[in-house]
C-alpha cells in the first residue's frame, strides 16, 4: 500500500492500554463463559430460544386465564392457582424440552471442572495394527495444568478422590483396578468428574481385556457427553473394539460418526476404520 | 492393536504452540487454550476494537469480551485460509459493526446525533503542537464512516495488508483499496479545513 503522511500519524496514535485489572475482568468473563457458548451452536440455540419463548408465552397465557377464572386481584406469582396451572401448560407444551436441558445441565462442560492429574506421558487409545501409524503426535493438545491450572478446592469434590486412584492405577499398569475406581468416580454423588471419568473407565476396561465391558462403557459415554470435546475419540475406539467384536455396521456408525472430527489423529483413525470395515466386507 | 491414538491433552508449554494450534484446541473446548489465546491476541483485539468502535471502555471490554466468546464458538470453523491474526480480526469486525449499528439506532431513537458538537476544524499547521495534530487525527478517523473506519484502521494502523483486509472483512482487495484512499481524503479534509463529520 502506498505510504501517505497522514499515516505515519495515524500509526502515531497512542494505542488504547486497558488496566491490567480490566483485562483480567474480561479474561475471567470470557473463560467463564466459553463453556456456555461452546456447549450451545448457534444452531441449536434457535429452536432453544424459540421454546424459551413458547413457554413463556403458554405459562402467560395460562396464569392469565387462571387470574380470569378466580377474578382475583392477587398478582399471578401470589396465586398458587396459577402456578400450578402454568408448571402443567409447560409440561404439556413441550413434553421433551425439560428431558434436553437436562442433558446440557448435567454434562459437565470440559475442563470446567475441578483439577485433575495430567500424566506426564499421555494414555492412548490403540487401533488396529491394519493401520500404519503416524509418525508424529500433532502438538494442538493443550495440557490444562501446564497453562493456566484453576484454582485448587480446599476439599476434594465428589469423585475426585476416585479418580486420581483410578489414574494412579492406569499409570501403574493395573487397568482392572482403575476401571474400577474410574467407575467409582463416576457414580460419586455429584460426581464434578464424571464425564473424564466415564471416558477413562472405557479405556481401562478395554486395556483390560474387557471388551465388552469397554464396549458398553464407551456407549455410555459417546450417549451421555455427545457434545464431550472427547466424544470423536471415544467413538474411534469404540469403533474399533466393536470392529474386533465383528459387529461391522456398528463399528462403521461409530467410525462415520468421528470420521470429521478435527483433531487429525482422530479423523485418520475413523477413516482408517471404515476403510477396514469396508475391506472386510468386501471379503468373501 | 497397534496404532496408537493419542489422549487430547498432553503436556505442552504455551509458547510452543502455534496460533493455529490454539485455535483448533479452542474449538476443543479446550478453557486453557482460550485463556492462552485471549492473552496472544488481546492487546491487538482492544487496539483495533478501541479504534475503530469508537465507545466507552465499558463498551470497549464488553466488545473484547464479545469477541473472544465468538472466537470460541466459531474456532471449528477457522479453515486455516488466512492468519489466526486476521481471522480473529475478521471476528472482531463482525462483533463491532453489530455494535456500531446498534448505537446508530440507539442514538437516532434519542435524536443526540444532532445535538453533539463537531470538531471545529483548523487548518493544518505542521507547526502545531504535535499532540495537538495526534487530536485532530484521532478525531478525524473517530469521524470516518465504519467501513472505511475499519478499513483505514486494518490497513494503516494494524498494518495488515489490503489482501489480509479483503479476508478479515469478507470483501474484495479493491473494495478495500478504494476505502482506504477514501477514508485518506476524509482525513485529509478534515485536517485541513473541511469536515466530514454528520
Not at chain 1, 160 to 172: I, N, P, S, V
Request: with cysteine; net charge positive.
Amino acid at each position: 500500500m502506498k505510504p501517505d503522511p497522514l499515516d505515519d500519524l495515524a500509526r502515531a496514535l497512542s494505542p488504547y492500554r486497558p488496566a491490567a485489572s480490566r483485562v483480567e475482568q474480561v479474561r475471567t468473563a470470557v473463560l467463564a463463559g466459553a463453556p456456555a457458548v461452546t456447549r450451545l451452536s448457534p444452531r441449536s440455540r434457535r429452536p432453544r430460544y424459540a421454546i424459551i419463548g413458547a413457554l413463556m408465552l403458554a405459562a402467560g397465557a395460562a396464569a392469565a386465564a387462571a387470574a380470569w377464572m378466580t377474578r382475583s386481584p392477587v398478582t399471578t406469582a401470589q396465586d398458587p392457582t396459577v402456578e400450578q396451572t402454568g408448571v402443567d401448560a409447560r409440561a404439556a407444551t413441550t413434553p421433551d424440552n425439560d428431558a434436553r436441558t437436562d442433558v446440557d445441565v448435567e454434562a459437565p462442560g470440559p475442563l470446567t471442572k475441578v483439577p485433575m492429574p495430567l500424566p506426564v506421558a499421555p494414555p492412548s487409545i490403540e487401533t488396529p495394527t491394519t493401520i500404519d501409524p503416524p509418525r508424529r503426535t500433532p502438538k494442538v493438545r493443550v495440557s490444562t495444568g501446564s497453562l493456566s491450572p484453576p484454582p485448587k478446592p480446599a476439599l476434594a469434590a465428589p469423585g475426585e478422590a476416585e479418580f486420581r486412584a483410578g489414574w494412579t492405577a492406569l499409570k501403574a499398569g493395573d487397568p482392572e483396578s482403575a476401571a474400577a475406581s474410574f467407575e467409582a468416580a463416576r457414580q460419586a454423588q455429584g460426581s464434578a468428574v464424571a464425564e473424564d471419568a466415564s471416558f477413562w473407565e472405557g479405556i481401562a476396561l478395554a486395556r483390560a481385556g474387557q471388551s465388552r465391558r469397554a464396549i458398553v462403557a464407551l456407549r455410555r459415554f459417546v450417549t451421555r457427553y455427545p457434545s464431550s470435546s472427547r466424544a470423536g475419540e471415544a467413538a474411534a475406539k469404540l469403533g474399533w473394539l466393536l470392529y474386533d467384536a465383528g459387529e461391522l455396521d456398528a463399528a462403521a456408525r461409530q467410525f462415520e460418526s468421528a470420521a470429521d472430527n478435527v483433531v487429525p489423529k482422530v479423523k485418520k483413525s475413523a477413516r482408517d476404520g471404515l476403510e477396514a470395515v469396508a475391506r472386510k466386507r468386501g471379503m468373501p | 492393536m497397534g496404532e496408537l491414538v493419542p489422549f487430547r491433552r498432553i503436556e505442552g508449554a504455551v509458547e510452543e504452540l502455534s496460533d493455529e494450534a490454539l485455535l483448533s484446541a479452542t474449538g476443543q473446548h479446550e478453557q486453557a487454550a482460550l485463556g492462552a489465546l485471549f492473552d496472544r491476541f488481546q492487546a491487538d483485539v482492544y487496539r483495533f476494537v478501541a479504534r475503530v468502535a469508537v465507545s466507552t471502555p465499558n463498551d470497549i471490554d464488553d466488545l473484547v469480551q464479545q469477541t473472544f466468546l465468538e472466537i470460541c464458538r466459531a474456532a471449528p470453523r477457522f479453515n486455516g485460509r488466512s492468519t489466526v491474526k486476521t481471522w480473529i480480526f475478521g471476528v472482531a469486525v463482525n462483533v463491532a459493526r453489530t455494535h456500531a449499528r446498534g448505537e446508530r439506532r440507539r442514538q437516532a431513537a434519542i435524536g443526540r446525533s444532532a445535538d453533539v458538537p463537531t470538531a471545529e476544524p483548523a487548518p493544518l499547521d505542521v507547526a502545531a503542537d504535535r499532540a495537538q495534530t495526534l487530536a485532530r487525527v484521532a478525531r478525524a478517523i473517530d469521524a470516518l464512516p465504519y467501513d472505511l473506519r475499519v478499513a483505514y484502521v486494518l490497513c494503516v494502523i494494524e498494518e495488515l495488508t489490503a489482501k489480509e483486509a479483503a479476508t478479515a472483512l469478507d470483501t474484495r482487495e479493491g473494495t478495500v483499496w478504494r476505502r482506504v484512499h477514501e477514508a485518506r481524503e476524509l482525513i485529509r479534509g478534515a485536517m485541513t479545513g473541511g469536515s466530514h463529520e454528520t
